[in-house]
């Protein structure tokens, strides 16, 4: 057994241990290592922004490229609600950058949960995986028929099929969540007995 030497592999250590230190009860050690954390992740997302903002927009317009203005004026609008006189100003960027957004997430929505979606269930009935889910698909949608007056045996016995297959599409993301916690949880401690005291290799 030989204890690491690393700096950085104490902090790491310590920092886990101070997490996990909330088991117990809420304690300094805990805070300490929640407010590192915080400040870190706050610190590190000012820089990154900083930087954007440097590197995409006033090096390219000190560069002749014009077009950056536009952004960095609807950028530099954002921060008008802190002047009382002048907060309208920044629905006009906020209003872009909603718009966009809606726009932008509707269309990948559209595309990927309806298109794809319907391309990835017509599918050959040839094996047991594509009948599996070609027939789970429309018991899970058969769950949803709530026309009224529908009492067809057919449809009760897909809206049973939909939700036998809803329950073990909910398991197995259930698993593989904890499945991952679970790989943290397995890495925080070859951290702390292997790479800190080099008690496993």
């Not at 000012?46 to 090096?59: E, F, L, P």
Request: aromatic share 10%.
């Amino acid at each position: 057994m030989r204890i690491s030497t690393d700096p950085g592999i104490w902090v790491s250590a310590l920092l886990c241990l101070g997490i996990y230190s909330f088991l117990i009860k809420e304690n300094p050690a805990y805070r300490t290592a929640e407010h590192i954390f915080v400040g870190l992740a706050a610190g590190y997302s000012m820089a990154m922004g900083v930087s954007n903002v440097t590197q995409k927009a006033w090096n390219p317009l000190m560069k002749g490229d014009v077009s950056q203005i536009i952004p960095l004026v609807l950028g530099l609008l954002l921060y008008a609600r802190f002047l009382k006189d002048l907060s309208w100003l920044a629905r006009i960027p906020l209003s872009l950058l909603v718009g966009i957004g809606v726009g932008v997430v509707m269309r990948g929505v559209v595309v990927s949960e309806f298109i794809k979606q319907l391309g990835a269930t017509m599918l050959p009935l040839n094996s047991i995986d594509n009948n599996i889910i070609f027939f789970g698909v429309l018991g899970c949608l058969s769950y949803f028929l709530f026309t009224k007056g529908v009492k067809s045996s057919a449809i009760a016995f897909g809206s049973r099929v939909g939700r036998y297959t809803m329950m073990a599409a909910f398991g197995a993301a259930v698993g593989n969540n904890i499945q991952g916690r679970i790989s943290l949880f397995i890495s925080q401690l070859q951290l702390l007995f292997g790479d800190w005291l080099g008690i496993i290799k």
